[in-house]
């Protein structure tokens, strides 16, 4: 095994571990404000759900007016189909409005408890800790994740609604067909592989930058206050620290922006091989339909569920890789609050 291969194991393992703090994260979640949480899932559960129940709908209106143009009479209750369509794009529509109204009193809700959390935790430690650098650099990405986390939490909830709604849709292409949802999967897995790769690189860099950003903040604050306007003055240093700043903040840019040209050039490559299942699984529905196998409804609801499968797969995919992502910077906050004071008052 060479040393790469060993390598992107220990990466995988390092993912897959950073993982186990998600349940904690969840609890943090739930004590933050457990009515908000139900009305998050009630909303992303029913906003799941209605994809695949219009597509069924849809197909039965479809079948309709293709028996009618045949000579036959349109199915009874035939506009009650279409009105029962209107009703589930407008709870599609209300549902998705409610999601971001819960997201956001949620967001708010999680950033007052964990600040609160941070806080007394750090009130609790020996005044020597705060002596050492490393310390303080876990300090400082801990009182961040009180903030950005909010992020994950989102992800968490759009993963599990994304979960339902490929599960719900790709029963349609199941059974129609178990090798084209072999053929969309497939497609998609390079995809999150590849994203997954950059999440980690990601994370090793801003965990490489984390001193250089604390230096950032200090040039920044002592270039910029009053209390040290009048010896920059006196003393000249004014050019002095910009330059450091400019040298520092040029090297930092640098370095992101070549991580994400390469993630760029690796993801859009991934992506057309997605695309390319997802149009060719489309074009044999298409066959099927014009050869006569298939109506229009039947051509409707697979063309539908095979782009909402598609789609949610990848979604799917792409927000896993993003959560093992923000469960790496995770692991700052719960290993800072794993630290226990020497001394006991």
Same mark, same amino acid.
């Given at each position: *095994?060479?040393?790469?291969?060993?390598?992107?194991?220990?990466?995988?393992?390092?993912?897959?571990?950073?993982?186990?703090?998600?349940?904690s994260?969840?609890?943090?979640?739930?004590q933050? &404000?457990?009515?908000?949480?139900?009305?998050?899932?009630?909303?992303?559960?029913?906003?799941?759900?209605?994809?695949?129940?219009?597509?069924?709908?849809?197909?039965?209106?479809?079948?309709?007016?293709?028996?009618?143009?045949?000579?036959?009479?349109?199915?009874?209750?035939?506009?009650?189909?279409?009105?029962?369509?209107?009703?589930?794009? $407008?709870? $599609?529509?209300?549902?998705?409005?409610?999601?971001?109204?819960?997201? %956001?009193?949620?967001?708010?809700r999680?950033?007052?408890?964990?600040?609160?959390?941070?806080?007394?935790?750090?009130?609790q430690?020996?005044?020597?800790? #705060?002596?050492?650098?490393?310390?303080?650099?876990?300090?400082?990405?801990?009182?961040?994740? +009180?903030?950005?986390?909010?992020?994950?939490?989102? *992800?968490? /909830?759009?993963?599990?609604?994304?979960?339902?709604?490929?599960?719900?849709?790709?029963l /349609?292409?199941?059974?129609?067909?178990?090798?084209?949802?072999? =053929?969309?999967?497939?497609?998609?897995?390079?995809?999150?592989?590849?994203?997954?790769?950059?999440?980690?690189?990601?994370?090793?860099?801003?965990?490489?930058?984390?001193? $250089?950003?604390?230096?950032?903040? #200090?040039? @920044?604050?002592? /270039?910029?206050?009053?209390?040290?306007?009048?010896?920059?003055?006196?003393? !000249?240093?004014?050019?002095?620290l910009?330059?450091?700043?400019?040298?520092?903040? !040029?090297q930092?840019?640098?370095? !992101?922006?070549?991580?994400?040209? @390469?993630?760029?050039?690796?993801?859009?490559?991934? %992506? *057309?091989?997605?695309?390319?299942?997802? #149009?060719?699984?489309?074009?044999?529905?298409?066959?099927?339909?014009?050869? &006569?196998?298939?109506?229009?409804?039947? =051509?409707?609801? =697979? +063309?539908?569920?095979? $782009? &909402?499968?598609?789609?949610?797969?990848?979604?799917?995919?792409?927000?896993?890789? %993003?959560?093992a992502?923000?469960?790496?910077?995770?692991?700052?906050?719960?290993?800072?609050?794993?630290?226990?004071?020497?001394?006991?008052?």
């Open positions: *095994m060479g040393t790469s291969t060993r390598n992107q194991l220990a990466t995988w393992r390092e993912r897959i571990r950073a993982l186990r703090h998600v349940p994260l969840v609890r943090i979640v739930w933050s &404000g457990p009515s908000v949480v139900c009305g998050v899932f009630g909303c992303r559960l029913t906003a799941a759900l209605m994809p695949v129940a219009m597509l069924a709908v849809s197909k039965k209106i479809l079948d309709g007016v293709q028996l009618h143009f045949g000579g036959h009479p349109l199915p009874p209750h035939f506009w009650n189909l279409v009105a029962l369509e209107f009703a589930f794009a $407008a709870i $599609a529509g209300v549902a998705s409005r409610t999601i971001g109204y819960f997201d %956001s009193l949620l967001a708010e999680f950033t007052r408890h964990v600040s609160l959390i941070v806080m007394e935790h750090a009130s430690l020996d005044l020597a800790s #705060y002596e050492d650098p490393a310390f303080q650099d876990k300090l400082e990405r801990a009182r961040v994740q +009180a903030t950005d986390r909010v992020a994950m939490i989102q *992800m968490l /909830g759009a993963v599990g609604q994304q979960i339902v709604a490929a599960c719900s849709l790709s /349609g292409v199941l059974w129609f067909s178990p090798w084209l949802l072999v =053929l969309l999967v497939g497609a998609v897995v390079p995809a999150f592989l590849g994203e997954c790769h950059f999440a980690f690189l990601g994370f090793a860099q801003n965990i490489r930058q984390t001193p $250089a950003k604390r230096q950032l903040d #200090y040039l @920044r604050t002592l /270039g910029a206050s009053k209390e040290s306007a009048k010896e920059l003055r006196l003393f !000249n240093l004014s050019r002095f910009s330059g450091q700043y400019a040298d520092l903040s !040029n930092i840019y640098e370095q !992101n922006a070549k991580l994400a040209g @390469r993630r760029l050039r690796a993801g859009a490559l991934l %992506s *057309m091989l997605s695309t390319a299942g997802y #149009y060719g699984a489309y074009a044999y529905v298409i066959y099927r339909t014009v050869t &006569g196998d298939l109506t229009w409804g039947t =051509l409707q609801f =697979l +063309a539908g569920a095979i $782009a &909402g499968t598609a789609t949610n797969i990848q979604n799917v995919f792409s927000t896993f890789s %993003s959560i992502d923000q469960s790496l910077f995770l692991t700052d906050l719960v290993e800072f609050l794993r630290i226990r004071p020497k001394i006991l008052c």
